[in-house]
């Protein structure tokens, strides 16, 4: 659920809460596993009805651990930390003295944990700047759109470099594939991954949220789309637009 963009949008301190409030949908979402608890319902858990607000705090609590437990244990391609640096960090986050860990970890020297220390201290200044960096180059892009990343959907699967699509590519591909205008038919089916999935998000949009729809009606909307709407809806099912049920009877958009 990490590739979800609510995770990646998030700032320090709204990933530090582990939720974020979203205004399109007026909820708080978990930022961990996106699920969403709508402003204004209340929610039971364990007996007690609470807010949603509060209720997100209390799923987090219950199907998370902590926000801290969430992170620590993500792939190092995420957190680039080492094994040894996460069980370091994991027994500063525990509250143990140098001295502590030291008998903890059957070795070493509070010397070389008051090192490790400093140098994670370090590590934190530097990722420090790096977040000002980019947050100084992502205004700058913001002020030339067509250099600005199209956000991917949140069913998005194997998240890579096939969606680093800028919206200047985005309008050159929807300009050669849809020749009559974004609501016109599809001129033929790209064969190239980053196309695939521009032309798939164009024909995403479609389709209601929140609405259930037959496989005879999802094929209804295909078909002035592009005659092979089978293939279309495959591949709106296997690049996670779309998710269906098991026997097919029954299709909806992934939120």
Not at 97 to 125: A, C, M, W, Y
Not at 208 to 221: R, T
Request: proline share 2%; charged share 30%.
């Amino acid at each position: 659920m990490i590739h979800n963009n609510n995770f990646w949008n998030a700032t320090v301190e709204e990933l530090s809460n582990g939720y974020a409030f979203d205004k399109n949908t007026d909820s708080y979402v978990c930022l961990l596993c996106n699920e969403h608890f709508e402003d204004g319902i209340i929610y039971p858990s364990d007996g007690i009805l609470y807010e949603a607000k509060k209720a997100v705090i209390q799923h987090i609590k219950q199907e998370h651990d902590s926000v801290f437990d969430y992170l620590i244990h993500l792939d190092r391609k995420y957190t680039g930390l080492t094994d040894h640096q996460k069980e370091l960090l994991t027994l500063f986050y525990q509250g143990l003295t140098d001295k502590e860990i030291v008998q903890e970890q059957n070795g070493g020297s509070p010397s070389t944990i008051r090192s490790h220390r400093f140098n994670l201290k370090e590590k934190e200044k530097r990722a420090k700047v790096f977040l000002t960096l980019m947050n100084l180059l992502n205004k700058e892009v913001c002020q030339e759109s067509d250099h600005k990343f199209v956000p991917f959907h949140k069913g998005a699967k194997m998240v890579d470099d096939r969606y680093a699509i800028t919206e200047a590519e985005k309008k050159k591909t929807l300009s050669t594939y849809f020749k009559d205008g974004l609501d016109g038919q599809l001129d033929k089916f790209p064969s190239k991954e980053k196309r695939k999935l521009i032309v798939l998000q164009n024909i995403i949009t479609h389709f209601e949220l929140h609405k259930v729809y037959s496989e005879k009606e999802v094929n209804q909307i295909l078909e002035p789309v592009y005659h092979d709407f089978v293939t279309v809806r495959r591949y709106l099912i296997e690049y996670g637009f779309m998710e269906r049920n098991r026997d097919g009877t029954a299709y909806w958009v992934k939120n």
